[in-house]
């Protein structure tokens, strides 16, 4: 095993708050976790997030730096979030100023296998599975489709509220 780099998986300086369930194995480090929030197995939750209580997140989900997410969300089997716009013509490569940061209200549901790039989506919305959001959801409503788009609004719009 010479010149390997070998990194363990698992749960480091997390803020947790009360009544958390972790099913392991996991990567969560460096983020924010509210009251009575759920994470299934095989998640990883990066620096810097900040998940909102009574959210709950499913197997196979990657949340990465620069995203919030509000109170009372879904987050289903392996969603996708990125950080990362390929700015300038290509990958940031770890430069973090090219990074942008997604923002998730209150009450988002975000259906399995979805991939969010960097957005803004305001309370009270439901992603369908497979959805790629692309731009900022300003209408709550019910939205699918590559790109995602608008299937069903709301009665009323609640504007954002959700973690920053």
Known sequence: MSNQNLRQIG????NFGTNVTVVQPANIYGCTIGDD????PFTEIQKGVRVGARTKIQSHA????LVGIGEDCFIGHGVMFTNDVFAEGGPARGNK???RATRIGNRVSIGSNATLLPVE???DV???AGAVVTRDIAVSGTYAGNPARLLKSNRVSTGFTGAS
Do not use: P
């Open 97 to 99: 100023s090219l990074w």
């Open 121 to 123: 989506i305001c309370d």
């Open 11 to 14: 749960v480091v300086d997390v």
């Open 126 to 128: 439901v992603i369908g």
């Open 37 to 40: 929030v759920f994470v299934g």
């Open 62 to 65: 990657f949340v990465c730096e």
